[in-house]
């Protein structure tokens, strides 16, 4: 038996151009972000963009273009939202108020950072920790409170678990609970964008670490590297997937080298620095709009809390580990320090800050808590157009049974 000879293998380096390139028009010449998108995609894929250190000093020349103080502050104060809003809906659970609770603690700089770089038009498909993008993008409060009460003020109308809010006029797509499935549909998504015309916008779809570990993850990055529709994949790598360690999730040197086999353009950046995350997702989402096909960025944080209301960490983590992500690297400190040192913020608007944002956190919890339950018709609605008389028959035995009871 003869054995055919063996192809030579493609060469490692990527023949694409960078997107990037350092004296080039983007303002980042010389800067630390122009010589990470300057390398090619296997630089990047186990590099790490970082514009802020941990000690909240800045390379100044990596700021994308035009960033302004308004900026800085909005995104600073939409991570605050993030941090108040969960520390009060898990006082809520803890007190028996809402049945369940999932935080977003020490990755509101991944959330606000995505969000930022996001438009009017453009699709959002979360995973598990990205209501802030939501809310960001024009999700109210009262919708996303009402939504964990299950109200009637609920665009769900109670039928979703708590922490599963949507909002059709942002294009907020509801949070599918399985683990990586929303990477399918963003990719979906996006290639309703490409097939309809729909140019200048992008689908924006979120996982977990533990989510490209799923067959659901590969098969939407072969179809985004083969079809190039406008999608940017977001994994917020925050080192565990309930009590699964990344070490165990997977034998790959990173999470973005993934993107990599399936022609994708993969970036890893610094999820705890939200100028780094706003960097890489602006240059995916640029891309995207230019008609030039998907991104997969990895953002390496860190979940700090719990996985969810019903998790308790310290029985199979070392939580001294977490106390360095919670207090050195915690990504609303180093914001905080580079605004102070900038002279953008004082203590004394970061403390008014902190309690406007209180209040309006106190204020839409009184409201939705005092909102009724969702009328029991609801139960058959929306699945057909008007319900079917099945759906009736079963509605008004239960009116019946209940009664009974
Ligand atoms: C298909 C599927 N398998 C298992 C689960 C149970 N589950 C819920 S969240 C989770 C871990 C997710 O980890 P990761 O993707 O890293 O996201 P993180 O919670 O860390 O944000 C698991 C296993 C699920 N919801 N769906
Ligand atoms: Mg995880």
Redesign the pocket.
Known sequence: MTTAPRKPSRPVASSRPAAVRPGGDNGLAGSAAARYFAGGDEDKAPGLLQVLAPDGTCDEASLPEGFTRETALRMYRGMRLIRILDERMMALQRQGRIGFYGEAKGQEAAVIGSAEALEGGDWIVP???EAGVGIYRGLSLRQYIAQIFGNANDNSRGRQMPCHPCERKVNYVVMS????TQIPHAVGVAMGMKIQGDRGKVCIGF?????TS?GDFHVSLNFAGVYKPPVVLVC?N?Q???STPGTVQTASETIAVKGLAYGVESLRADGNDFLAVYTAVKHACDKARRGEGPTFIELLTY?VSA?SSSDDPSRYRDESVTEVWKREKDPLRRARAWLFGKGWLTEDEDRRMGEEIEREVRDAIAEEEKAPLPGIDTLIEDVYVEPHWRLREDLAQFEADTEKE
Do not use: K, T
């Open positions: 995973a598990l920790r609970s399985c683990v990586s996982m977990g670490d533990g989510g799923e917020q925050n565990w997937a309930i979940r996985h």
